[in-house]
């Protein structure tokens, strides 16, 4: 399989990476048409291909989505014969992505010095727990230490209980999306000029802290503790929160200025309570947030989820459902975004390409499939390899195939 269309096709990522944040990076790049192709161990593999539910097929559901549009080769890259393999490889690619423990590609003989006398242009993309500098750098490190040192689980929760940490891996996810941006500023400096390859590093807790990004100058400028505070807004800046409908159902309520919550409590309470001269101002909401939590969530427990959106809608105040999956299967908005995809002939659905571009959209191609190395044989040959060539590798190991 090779992509033929998209903004990015004519961009060749080499993926090196295993399990969450570099997979993220190369599926995002191959949803707008960039030719990611993916190296794995032969007989071995990605362990991402086990670290989930299974398909009625039997492959992994988050293999299948991260994988998605990828051309998949199993290298042993660290023999001579594979590091020759990868050379051919660096020297026709734009992007290299990398996730492993800072070393792994020094000691192998990979290191970005190298990499470069093969492509001086090539982009290096590395992802590692704490960077490739500081005191830090050589320790293991997995997402949920990212979500700790960035401060988000630390703000998260509830001021008298334990920290926590999200529900989805967000360190590597985002992590993943900001190696994206990364390598499109590199290949950017390279196609203007201004420098020619250089190396993308991240650590992965650098995202979040970035994305986070206010906690630093409230502490710093403000002088004020950045805490956890249950389901307000930062600081309890504006009325917020999370309440239970009649129906069971959970329905969220925010407001990001004195005016869009005033609406919340009109809404709510009825004009003269909003009018009270305490809510002209965000200090004053945040002065009287138990009173609003508590009337809000009133009110929301007198309806049913839906009913209770409508009326705050009516009042042109931010209310919202909160979703479980299958709610989001059923919505009628993300369904006119077109926002869940999938190929024909596979159950499995995953979400679409974001942005939306209208000119030059991503989309999916195909989904990750579960033949390890299932496009060995046909990158080699495009490498230049003569069946010979190509026995020889799968028969010493270097190479892996379906069924080899």
Request: aromatic share 8%.
């Given at each position: 399989m090779k992509v033929k269309d998209g903004p990015l096709s004519d961009l060749r990522v080499i993926e090196l990476g295993h399990v969450i944040a570099a997979p993220m990076c190369g599926a995002l790049l191959s949803d707008f048409g960039a030719e990611v192709i993916k190296i794995e161990r032969p007989g071995q593999g990605d362990?991402?291909?086990?670290?989930?539910?299974?398909?009625?097929?039997?492959?992994?559901?988050?293999?299948?989505?991260?994988?998605?549009?990828?051309?998949?080769?199993?290298?042993?890259?660290?023999?001579?014969?594979?590091?020759?393999?990868?050379?051919?490889?660096?020297?026709?690619?734009?992007?290299?992505?990398?996730?492993?423990?800072?070393?792994?590609?020094?000691?192998?003989?990979?290191?970005?010095?190298?990499?470069?006398?093969?492509?001086?242009?090539?982009?290096?993309?590395?992802?590692?727990?704490?960077?490739?500098?500081?005191?830090?750098?050589?320790?293991?490190?997995?997402?949920?230490?990212?979500?700790?040192?960035?401060?988000?689980?630390?703000?998260?929760?509830?001021?008298?209980?334990?920290?926590?940490?999200?529900?989805?891996?967000?360190?590597?996810?985002?992590?993943?999306?900001?190696?994206?941006?990364?390598?499109?500023?590199?290949?950017?400096?390279?196609h203007n000029g201004s420098a020619r390859g250089q190396v993308v590093d991240l650590a992965i807790f650098e995202p979040l802290l970035r994305l986070i990004d206010y906690h630093v100058p409230t502490r710093t400028g403000a002088g004020l503790p950045v805490d956890r505070n249950g389901l307000q807004a930062p600081n309890a800046y504006a009325p917020a929160g999370v309440f239970r409908a009649r129906d069971g159902k959970w329905v969220t309520v925010s407001a990001g200025s004195a005016a869009t919550g005033r609406r919340l409590l009109e809404a709510a309470g009825g004009q003269e309570w909003a009018e009270q001269p305490q809510f002209q101002s965000l200090d004053g909401f945040a002065d009287h947030t138990e009173e609003i939590v508590d009337r809000l969530g009133a009110f929301v427990a007198q309806h049913d989820a839906q009913k209770a959106i409508d009326i705050f809608k009516s009042h042109d105040a931010v209310a919202a459902m909160v979703y479980d999956v299958d709610d989001i299967l059923a919505d009628p908005q993300i369904a006119a975004r077109g926002d869940i995809v999938g190929v024909e002939g596979d159950d499995t659905r995953v979400v679409g390409p974001v942005p939306k571009l209208d000119k030059t959209p991503g989309r999916l191609r195909w989904l990750g499939r579960g033949e390890l190395g299932a496009d060995s044989r046909a990158v080699l040959e495009e490498l230049g390899f003569d069946p010979e060539q190509i026995a020889a590798l799968i028969d010493n190991g270097t190479v892996g195939e379906p069924d080899s």
């Open positions: 362990m991402l291909r086990v670290l989930s539910a299974r398909a009625k097929d039997g492959v992994g559901v988050w293999w299948k989505t991260l994988a998605r549009n990828k051309r998949l080769v199993a290298l042993d890259w660290k023999t001579d014969e594979g590091r020759e393999v990868l050379r051919r490889l660096v020297e026709n690619a734009q992007v290299l992505i990398e996730n492993f423990r800072p070393g792994v590609l020094e000691r192998a003989g990979l290191a970005p010095e190298v990499l470069h006398e093969w492509n001086p242009d090539l982009v290096i993309v590395r992802i590692s727990g704490y960077g490739q500098t500081g005191p830090r750098s050589s320790w293991p490190g997995f997402g949920r230490a990212g979500e700790a040192m960035s401060g988000l689980a630390n703000m998260t929760g509830f001021a008298d209980n334990a920290p926590m940490h999200p529900g989805f891996p967000a360190a590597d996810s985002t992590t993943g999306l900001m190696a994206a941006y990364g390598a499109m500023m590199a290949l950017h400096a390279v």
